[in-house]
């Protein structure tokens, strides 16, 4: 039932409230709870649809007061709901407009019952200091949501700090609940060691990551970074590292409710990550009274001890400018497209030692991998470089499959017969990746080659402001082979892994070209190159090219997304060059 009194007193309400509750037959309003909600208008709607299913689990009475016009008289329109219209209980709408939006607590308070608790919430802003509100002060707990703030969320989170008083919580701290039940769970189980570095990857300017890495700052004791991800892509990924490895829980994209758990000698473990909605999180927070100690902590004492990094990809598409600029050679075939590509890389290759003392070159795998490697192998034997250059020389693989050593399906076999062995590389700066068939060790494999690249990275990218992170050496030339779907490395259409931003190798079971396992640099790994360089020949990629070459980013096309951060060209034979 639902009864609508215009240009009203409060006490007419009350009054009819109570002839109401006696024609439906009241509820039992002993001891109930009044959610008491603090809204504008055009919120209104929304909030008093949330907190009604929020309250049909956990039945409480509704008081919703909206400040409809702060201008002229001051008037109250109110509508009363009951029964049916009211989900479990009964909802009262004041509308106050004039002068009466500054007297919220005086209205409302004839409306409250006796000895029962009430919860204040406000859906979008709430006072700066909400504990000492005039709403505030009535309430035993304080419920607002930094993520509906009009200023940044992590601001307002500051705001939420300095005048915490315990009651008080945040819509964006229930929101990471089942974050933070995951994480803890595995941190309970075997191995037991201590976390030395954390890392929360989201979108920028995120309260709930801000709360989740102050949790773990202040539950673990350890250093922790909040890493930027994409725009609008919420809370992404945790890395928690230890000794013997990190666990990485990484939120599937694809709007599944999904993330993996990987663990270091662990199969990757699928696991539900419900993002609740906001009457699910209303109603998990309508169901406490209590302080929560464990809020006040990550707020308090954790958040002010996180530090923040610029992710490698720094910034989305459209909020970046302008497409960088890539450069396209063509050549007849896809052996002058190796000749042209390995004239170039022994010049790189000489100009790098010659000005850092050293090169670091990532090879390809695939058809052009070998192409590259059987002209490179040719120009070394025909003394292209000094034996002492190459001793400053380190090779690297994009990518690697995942099966045993020497086994032919590997990139590192086929360079090998395709002549690798005829470059007079120091045995130890040629960096394979690791070796295995074994799902299980795959986790491990990327995790060891991550290291093993960290160990390389040289002091200019700063290696230890980026613990946990990207730590690559900024390698002199990136060679990518392009597939017919446009993948690159191992990074594959719409995968996730395509979207790692703060790990530079990634461990890829399922991959649509065999074999299924395989080990991959990421893209921010691969774009810290000086130069990439994608080296593609045959009519049956022409279309991943051009449609590759007019993108920018697109999940679809990874071939898209790598770029050097001095120059990015395509090498290309006639039949896999757009025409026209
Ligand atoms: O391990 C791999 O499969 C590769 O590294 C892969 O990224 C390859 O370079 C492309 O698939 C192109 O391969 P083709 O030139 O053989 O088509």
Known sequence: MIRDLPTTSTSAVVKELLQLRNEVGAMAMGRVLTLLVSVAEDEADDAIRAANDATRQHPARILVLVSADGRGRGRLDAQIRVGGDAGASEIIVLRLHGALTGQRAAVVTPLLLPDSPIVAWWPGEAPRDVASDPIGMMAHRRITDAAAAARSGVAELRRRSSTYRPGDTDLAWTRITRWRALLASTLESEPFEPVTAATVVAEPDDPSAELLGGWLAHALRTPVSIARGPQDCGLLSVRLERPSGSIDLVRHEDGTDTATLHRVNRMPRLVALHTPT?????????????????YAAALCEG?????????????????????????????????????????????????????????????????????????????????????????????????????????????????????????????????????????????????RYAKELAASADSRRGSAATAGGVEVPTFDVVMLGVGPDAHVASLFPGRDELRLTDVSTAAVVDSPKPPPLRVSLTVPALNAARAVWLVVAGAEKAEAVSRSLAAYDDPQLPASWVRGQDETVWWLDRQAAPTG
């Open 303 to 447: 958040t002010p001890l996180l530090t923040r990094r610029r992710s490698v990809r720094e910034e989305e598409p459209g909020s970046r400018g302008p497409r960088p600029e890539v450069e396209v050679r063509v050549e007849d075939d896809a052996v002058a497209v190796a000749e042209a590509v390995t004239q170039q890389l022994v010049e790189r290759v000489a100009r790098a030692v010659s000005d850092r003392g050293q090169a670091h070159v990532v090879l390809t795998g695939g058809s052009m991998g070998q192409e590259t490697m059987r002209a490179l192998a040719a120009r070394s034997r025909a003394g292209a470089l000094s034996a002492e250059v190459w001793d400053h020389v380190h090779l690297w693989w994009g990518d690697e499959r995942f099966v045993p050593a020497g086994d032919d399906d590997r990139n590192d076999a086929q360079a090998d017969a395709a002549g690798l062995g005829d470059l007079p590389v120091l045995k130890k700066n040629i960096h394979r990746v690791p070796s295995g068939r074994d799902e299980s060790r795959l986790a491990a494999a990327a995790a």
């Open 278 to 294: 906001l009457a699910e999180s209303l109603a998990e927070e309508v169901r406490r009274l209590d302080a929560d100690e464990v």
